[in-house]
């Protein structure tokens, strides 16, 4: 999801 | 994972592994602003909130492990170590940092992706670790001479934010419906800042004279 794309990086 | 954001990831771990070679050994901050210290530690307990949570991978989770004990570690030296606190600058690391804490996470509740408390706590970090540089910038200003380790920890904090602007330009040509204003041009001023350490630092590497900023 939108949520996990952005999160995948540090 | 593509080789722009990796070489990114490798450099911030450098920066991060150079700071922490230069208090453990010589137990010396001469030069390092404990305020920018105490912004990246709250940048990173704000964006790895969800470090528990919210799975990504062993890489993920071990690099954020590091980000932060590194962070707090650092934190601590420079406040608690008899040895290393005595080295610190405090006169002249005197940036008001709490005057940009409260803006960045005002600005978050404004502007954001998504209003969840995740997604606003991550923008606070990401708006956050734009401008944590800065007391580090004031302070080099002001520091007569700026010894080698601390000119590399300074480059290469500067340069893996480059390097991930690099892997955001390599991902919305590859990866379709990839883009996120918020994180580019967060990260387009945070390297901004750097610009002229960057070419101070590269006319002192070209002309192999000590770097200095002019104040």
């Known amino acids: ?10 | 994972m593509n080789i722009f954001r990796l070489a990114g990831d490798m450099t911030h771990l450098a920066s991060v592994l150079v700071l922490l070679l230069k208090i453990h050994t010589i137990k010396s901050c001469a030069g390092i602003s404990l305020k920018t210290q105490e912004l990246y530690a709250l940048v990173f307990a704000s964006r790895y909130l969800d470090i528990f949570t919210h799975y990504v991978s062993f890489y993920n989770t071990v690099m954020k492990l590091i980000f932060l004990g590194s962070a707090f570690s650092i934190v601590w030296y420079i406040r608690r170590h008899k040895l290393v606190r005595r080295s610190y600058d405090k006169d002249h690391d005197t940036f008001r940092h709490y005057f940009i804490v409260l803006p960045c996470l005002i600005l978050a509740l404004l502007i954001h992706e998504k209003f969840t408390f995740r997604v606003v706590m991550w923008t606070f970090s990401l708006y956050l670790e734009a401008v944590a540089i800065l007391p580090q910038l004031v302070l080099l200003q002001r520091t007569r001479n700026i010894d080698n380790l601390t000119g590399q920890y300074v480059f290469l904090l500067g340069a893996y934010r480059a390097l991930y602007i690099l892997n955001w330009v390599y991902r919305y040509f590859t990866e379709p419906h990839y883009v996120h204003w918020i994180t580019w041009i967060s990260g387009l001023i945070q390297t901004l800042l750097y610009a002229d350490f960057f070419y101070y630092y590269f006319q002192s590497w070209k002309n192999n004279v000590k770097l200095e900023l002019p104040a």
Do not use: A, N
């Not at chain 1, 999801?1 to 540090?10: G, V, Y």
């Open chain 1, 1 to 10: 999801s939108e949520d996990e794309e952005l999160h995948d990086e540090l």
